[in-house]
């Protein structure tokens, strides 16, 4: 196996290893990622002594930081936003010692310990436990003009981008909780929305279905498919087949992505277990990867729930293992 295997679809560049010459940075805990995995993690494996240094990946406070009202998490009786939590999760890891980092972890080689981890291609750590936290990534249906239009009409995020198209007409693709949460939180802001939904039903929970149903402004494009963005510029709309194989035009200024996530695990992959969809597979019951030393926890590692309290709950076991860990090896 090569010295610090690459990140097999990493859009950042390829990197050289010259930089990785000099002297490597000593870590007795990395976190990678900064969820509410990455966080919980954090909070538990700095109270417990291990000085836990979080490096926050691509997208500081992930997921949770592009979606609107929680509601569901215990301890918010009247809801809190996403970019709040994370805020408050971060401070509580910080007091207690963490420190935290800008940075994005773009190689590992964990073929012994202290296990190296080359930050932005340019800083390499050794660390006695890694903690991966590096949670999931929006997918993208893959069309030309999807790509060409990406920042000027389509987006995977309705909470970060959806002001932009007020009054406007916009699209939502998908049909599960995320799709049905994006439109109705577009619903709010924009003239009108669409769904498109290429099965005959939706694939969200009921309460979710039912605030779609319930709001006037959506409507449900049942047994569609995008079949490509139109525009000069920007959107302008889109084209797209129904069960019968006829083209149907929407006007559109706006198309929004929920269909589902890709697990950030590319990286690790040359060294830890995954299924086919790129899940870090954990020992059931613990967050131990198939190296000894290295845990997961999160959306990276968990496709059945994908919840920040799963999340959370699962940070918080992946730093009492790495606790244990470090202690039996006489390293705590
Ligand atoms: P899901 O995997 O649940 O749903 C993805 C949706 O996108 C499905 O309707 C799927 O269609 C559709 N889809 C996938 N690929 C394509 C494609 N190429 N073209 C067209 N449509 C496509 O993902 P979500 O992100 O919605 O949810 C993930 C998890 O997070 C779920 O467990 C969900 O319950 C949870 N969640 C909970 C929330 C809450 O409780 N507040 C909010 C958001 C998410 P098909 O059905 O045909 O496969």
Redesign the pocket.
Known sequence: MSFFKKMENLDTPQSSNSALTGEAEKVKCLIIGSGPAGYTAAIYAARANLSPVVYEGIQPGGQLTT?TE???FPGYPSGVTGTEMMEDLKKQAQRFGTEVRFGIATSVDFSKRPFKVVIDENKLIEAQVVIIATGAT??Y??LESEEKFKGSGVSACATCDGFFYRKQDVAV?????????EATYLANLCNKVYM????P?????KA?QERVFNTPNITVLFEH??KELIGKDAVEGALLTNAKGELVKIDITGFFL????HPNSDIFKPYVNTDEAGYIITKPGTSQTNIPGVFACGDVQDK????AITAAGSGCMAALDAERFLGEHGLA
């Not at 693709?173 to 949460?181: F, I, L, R, S």
Request: hydrophobic share 35%; glycine share 14%; net charge positive.
């Open positions: 979606t929680i509601e569901n929006a997918k249906l893959g693709v998908g049909g599960g909780d995320t799709a049905c949460e498109i939904v290429r099965k039903f939706l694939r969200a929970s979710m498919q995008t929920a269909i589902g996530h059945n729930y994908r919840q």
